[in-house]
């Protein structure tokens, strides 16, 4: 997942230096379908391993965080583009990413925890429409 967001983040490096309008769509769809990809883990993850009567108060904070990080997150690319310029702040914004996803991946102890704890499929359970009644 957070490789996934990494990833996704490398297209940014290639974003302020595209030649053509064809090239950045082309990224940009790249870097949504691994973003999406990423959320759709984060989700599941979310409702495998948070209790389920702390699960609405955690959804709720990871979704203010995201969403009160974004006007931040502008704020600062504005300042930086400024000082850095544009090719170079969308290089930053490319790079940095990967690499701090593989150092949060390793420094969190992600792979033992994934090895610990498989999403794994449940079995499901049957349904008798004749038990319902």
Known sequence: MNVLWGGGCMSLALFGA???LWLTVVLAAAMGATFQAANVIWGTLLQRRVPPALLGRVASLDF????????????LAG??????????????????????????VLAAGLPTDER????ERAPAEPVNALSAS
Do not use: K
Request: negative net charge; glycine residues 4%; without cysteine.
């Open 79 to 104: 300042t930086v583009s400024e000082l850095l310029g544009v090719t170079a702040t969308f290089l930053v914004a490319g790079l940095v990413p990967p690499v701090l996803a593989v150092v949060a």
């Open 18 to 20: 595209a030649p053509a």
């Open 116 to 119: 610990a704890h498989p999403l």
């Open 64 to 75: 203010f965080v995201s969403l009160s990080s974004m006007p931040v997150s502008m704020a």
